[in-house]
């Protein structure tokens, strides 16, 4: 029987102060690559995103060699996105007692690494009994939810 194996880990930056479009500006150009090869363009590119990618891409490493025991020589940036997060609103004074409003955007970083050495599927039944891998089976239920009957969103004034 074969049994799908986890051969992915990623690393999540939340809320990081910089424009999502400045971050996917760097994050475009690592996409796909290896790990190895990933650094040193981080390392001679001239943007301040390149920083905080730096910090996760190398995180993501240190997870896939303590979580799976991988070699970084084999790792793989499979998935690379980011995302907008919060809008952290700021007021600045000016003249004559008023204030403009300031914008510091923030966004989230995700980045998703994949080992190529380790097989996607493993067979369960070479393995000795001993040292099978124990899945806990997830027990799910259909329920109805009926969005007429509490009365929803519209019976309200």
């Known amino acids: ?41 981080l390392e001679l590119m001239p943007y301040r995103a390149c920083y905080p990618i730096f910090k996760l891409v190398y995180s993501a490493a240190a997870n896939a060699s303590f979580n799976m025991g991988s070699n970084e020589a084999n790792l793989v940036i499979s998935k690379a996105e980011v995302n907008e997060g919060t809008i952290v609103k700021r007021l600045k004074p000016r003249a004559r007692g008023r204030s403009f409003a300031i914008q510091k955007p923030t966004c ?19 393995i ?30």
């Open 108 to 126: 989230h970083i995700t980045i998703v690494m994949k080992d190529i050495s380790l097989d996607e599927y493993i067979d369960t039944d070479s």
């Open 1 to 41: 029987m074969l049994n799908k194996r986890t051969t992915e880990v990623y690393a999540l930056g939340q809320h990081i102060s910089m424009s999502a479009h400045k971050a996917r500006r760097v994050i475009d150009q690592i996409r796909g690559r290896s790990y190895e090869e990933t650094l040193m363009i």
């Open 128 to 157: 000795p009994w001993s040292q099978k891998p124990k899945w806990k089976k997830k027990h799910t239920t259909m329920s109805y939810y009926d969005m007429y009957s509490n009365g929803g969103t519209w019976d309200k004034k």
